[in-house]
């Protein structure tokens, strides 16, 4: 068996930074930071997971096929997020009526106004 | 047939090392089946969340989250424990291997206790989608939306929690009986892997479903 | 290939895999793959029938202008089983499960695949969840489109939907499973000296299949699994009437259902590589622009969804971006094409069946690309979107693709598999019958989409009948032909020709190993010390 064997202390010090991250994530959820609160609680989330990937799943000491692979499965999540929230995100770009009165609109609007309204 | 044709190599595999790491991609691969899996959870709850930012946000607020950031920290526990249960099976004491096992199966059963004691707090405030809502609210069903997803997502998640926990028994039991060595610990590690990535997912989960809009 | 795995060092006859176990238990309680694969063959053949028969029926409904044989109910649930049968528990695991089970093992010198219960298991699962749709058959159908739309499924249809999104549902795990061992075999259990760059095309193409249905059937399974609560909960994940949004819905179903397509027609495009350099005699022409295409295909086939929803309500902007990308698979696609033209050019080519379905495949794969191209222009696309022209497009790639390349797998590797030889000439009547018929049939839908005339309607105006009626008459001779193989096939278990290990002087490691092959494949793992498809060495040994 090659597999790495890591420091008692090491796991410690993740597990300490894991609930000092967590408490973090509480507190700044309390403050008013605008727009600002949503990434700050998913950047945080992230560097947790990335924490847990990287020391207690042993990826930091594995080979690169591994990291190769946890990469992949993000990267494919990220795409399949992105893409799905362009549709919604561009759903209001309509094009305005011009001078001679005809929408050149897309002609679906199925009530999506609902979200602004309760902004 | 090679020599390392022992008992504990299975007759596909030349090598120990080379069925360690077979298991370990297989493993990895599973994970990332699970990642997509959750993955489109998410995306749709944050399509959602993005199309109806207040309604998620008075939602979220009916959440005790004391609560969720108690489990957090259990979970975090849990996997800090499961982290040691590998490193004793590395050393080959299985002792260690069959304490740790037991403490996060304790922690584990301590989750799935507080989220019972939620699911009934939200039964109690008729917060059960499709079967019990109603909320006072003018955009209620947007809110039972949200609802949808946290039972969905926490559902899903508790439902990986108690499969983690059987296998964890199993792996105990077969500690007890000597299975593992300094040569063979495969399976631990493999449940390892997989307890760590039922933790990353409530360590999305918990942010995303119990702190929003608490400024 | 290192040759010195010779196949004549092993002739006691009787210690194949075949004869390796005799009783229903053998063969239940197998973990080896090429018995796996068998049972896979077997199930998916009669998959493939029963789906068949649907088609024969929609066919026969559409001779006439009125709704004569079947009323609008039936017909709806016709074209949803057969589309169901088909995709989930034919194409998609087709040549994968079977060939693939069967082959990668022997290709790349190993034992078994990496998990060999984990196979048995997802061909258990897979059982379970052709059962489920079989008791959908029973509880009388379900008329939803093999697409599940929302929110008519999750909360209008009164048919079983729920039970056929669990037999999905169950499905989906059983091509995880698959997925997931020939992943992490390819990475792991190749022979000494097979490095990647070596290895059969066929390989390649299903480690980027493997990867699609890893990354994309959780998404679909998850999806399926919504529809499901929110038919028994009634709650409103998909329905807009209570806040939900089913465009939403098509996203996550196309996540997957789009890749699914090149989980259909990338292993074919593994067979035609195969059959292509073996029947010419010659190197693949640019192995690696070949290999990695295939991983393109993979990749980028996530990332074009969107242009099954241009006309349904994804905003103008997704579609722009989804038309582009869509034109970006056309690449990887003509690479492929025109590599295996240019394996031909100058080979010394042969004219036995399995070629002859790659003939078939390459003119018809190109016209169902080419006419995919119409499809995923944004503009063209609001024209011919929900008519003919679609069903004609992707059968020619389905069909004309897919199932061409299955069938040139089956036929150029079926002396491996069984032992035996089939009749040359019956093989290369069908092929060319099969060849006919398709084009009868789906040709005619090209011209009476682009007329206008919508899929999915069992009634339909008069002037569209003779482009019906031809389609019908071609569907006769396409079924002609497809039950040529099962004949003729039979046939040759019982009294064909005993085969030579190397029927077709072939270039591979499963070649160098007995016709059948023993159970555990090799007696001693081969060393490889030479390009795939060097054949242009072994023409010199013959010499």
């Known amino acids: ?119 | 047939m090679s020599e390392a044709h022992s008992g504990l190599v299975a007759h596909q595999f030349e090598t120990a090392e080379q069925q360690r790491e077979t298991a370990n991609l297989g493993m990895w691969s599973f994970l990332i089946t699970e990642v997509m899996m959750f993955g489109a959870l998410f995306t749709a709850y944050g399509f959602y969340r993005t199309k109806y930012p207040a309604a998620f946000a008075a939602g979220s607020d009916h959440l005790d989250y004391l609560m969720g950031a108690f489990n957090t920290a259990v979970l975090i526990c849990s996997s800090l424990t499961m982290a040691l249960a590998v490193q004793a099976a590395q050393h080959g004491k299985r002792k260690g291997i069959i304490l740790f096992l037991l403490l996060t199966i304790l922690l584990g059963g301590v989750f799935l206790g507080v989220k019972v004691l939620e699911y009934a707090d939200k039964y109690e405030h008729h917060l059960i989608p499709g079967i019990h809502f109603s909320v006072d609210s003018s955009y209620a069903a947007q809110i039972e939306l949200f609802y949808c997803f946290y039972f969905a997502m926490t559902g899903l998640h508790a439902l990986h929690m108690i499969v983690g926990i059987t296998i964890l028994g199993i792996l105990v039991a077969l500690s007890h009986r000597r299975r593992f060595s300094t040569d063979y610990y495969n399976p631990v590690e493999m449940a390892g892997l997989y307890w760590h990535f039922v933790d990353i997912v409530w360590i999305f989960l918990f942010p995303l479903l119990y702190l929003i809009g608490r400024s | ?543």
């Open chain 3, 1 to 543: 290939m290192s040759n010195t795995v010779a196949a004549a060092s092993r002739p006691e006859p009787d210690n194949n895999y075949l004869t390796a176990g005799y009783g229903l238990k053998s063969w239940l309680l197998t973990t080896d793959h090429k018995r796996i694969a068998i049972l896979y063959l077997i199930m998916i053949s009669v998959f493939f029938v029963i789906g068949g028969l649907f088609a024969v029926l929609i066919r026969l409904e559409l001779l006439t202008p009125a709704g004569d044989l079947v009323s609008s109910d039936t017909y709806n649930k016709l074209f949803t089983l057969h589309g169901l049968v088909m995709i989930f528990f034919f194409l998609i695991p087709s040549i994968p499960a079977v060939m693939g089970n069967f082959l990668i093992p022997l290709m790349i010198g190993a034992r078994d695949l990496a998990f060999p219960r984990i196979n048995l298991l997802s061909w258990y699962v897979f059982a379970i969840g052709g059962m489920t749709t079989f008791a959908v058959v029973l509880f009388g159908g379900v008329d939803t489109g093999w697409t599940f739309y929302t929110p008519y499924s999750s909360t209008y249809s009164k048919t079983a939907v729920g039970l056929t999104a669990i037999g999905v549902f169950i499905t989906g795990f059983s091509s995880i499973l698959t997925g997931l061992n020939f992943v992490v075999t390819i990475h792991k259990m190749r022979a000494p000296g097979l490095t990647w760059f070596r290895l059969p095309l066929f390989v390649w193409a299903h480690y980027a299949t493997s990867l699609i249905m890893l990354i994309g059937t959780p998404v679909v399974a998850i999806t399926i699994l919504l529809v499901f609560l929110e038919r028994v909960f009634g709650v409103g994940i998909f329905d807009p009437a209570l806040g939900g949004d089913p465009v939403l819905f098509q996203h996550l179903f196309w996540f997957y259902s789009h890749p699914a397509v090149y989980i259909m027609i990338l292993p074919s495009m593994g067979v035609i590589s195969e059959v292509v350099a073996c029947f010419s005699r010659k190197r693949i022409f640019g192995y690696g622009f070949v290999a990695f295409s295939s991983l393109a295909i993979a990749v980028l086939g996530f990332l074009i969804w969107g242009h099954h929803m241009f006309t349904s309500g994804q905003s103008i902007f997704a579609g722009m971006v989804f038309s582009i990308l869509t034109m970006l698979v056309a690449i990887p696609s003509a690479v492929k094409v025109f590599n295996w033209t240019a394996t031909m050019y100058k080979g010394s080519i042969s004219y036995e069946t399995p070629m002859i379905y790659v003939f078939g495949f390459l003119g018809l794969f190109t016209v169902g690309g080419l006419t995919g191209l119409f499809l995923g222009a944004l503009g063209l696309d609001v024209h011919v979107h929900d008519t003919y022209f679609v069903v004609a497009h992707f059968h020619y790639i389905m069909v004309g693709g897919a199932i061409m390349g299955y069938l040139a797998a089956l036929h150029f590797w079926w002396p491996k598999i069984t032992g035996k030889l089939y009749s040359e000439a019956w093989a290369k009547l069908s092929a060319i019958i099969i060849f006919i018929g398709f084009n009868l049939t789906f040709f005619p839908q090209f011209l009476v989409g682009y007329l206008g005339m919508p899929r999915r309607y069992h009634v339909y105006p008069d002037e569209f009948q003779i482009f019906q009626v031809l389609s019908t008459a071609g569907a006769s001779i396409l079924a002609i032909g497809y039950a040529f193989p099962a004949f003729y096939l039979t046939w040759s278990l019982f009294r064909g020709k005993a085969a030579p290990a190397n029927p077709w002087n072939a270039k591979g490691l499963e070649w160098t190993v007995p016709s059948p092959p023993p159970k555990h494949n090799f007696d001693t793992i081969p060393v490889v010390e030479e390009e795939a498809y060097d054949y242009s060495r072994l023409e010199e040994e013959v010499v």
């Open chain 1, 1 to 119: 068996m090659s597999a790495h064997k890591i420091p008692a202390r090491i796991y410690y010090l993740i597990f300490a930074t894991l609930l000092l991250l967590t408490m973090i994530t509480v507190e700044v959820a309390f403050y008013d930071i605008g727009i600002l609160s949503f990434p700050v609680a998913l950047g945080i989330a992230c560097f947790k997971s990335t924490l847990v990937i990287l020391y207690f799943m042993h990826v930091r000491y594995g080979t690169g096929l591994t990291g190769l692979f946890v990469s992949a499965g993000f990267i494919f999540l990220a795409i399949l997020m992105v893409f799905t929230l362009m549709d919604l995100n561009t759903r209001d770009w309509q094009v305005q009526p011009d001078e001679s009165g005809i929408s050149l609109a897309a002609p679906f609007d199925h009530g999506y106004g609902i979200g602004k309204q309760l902004r």
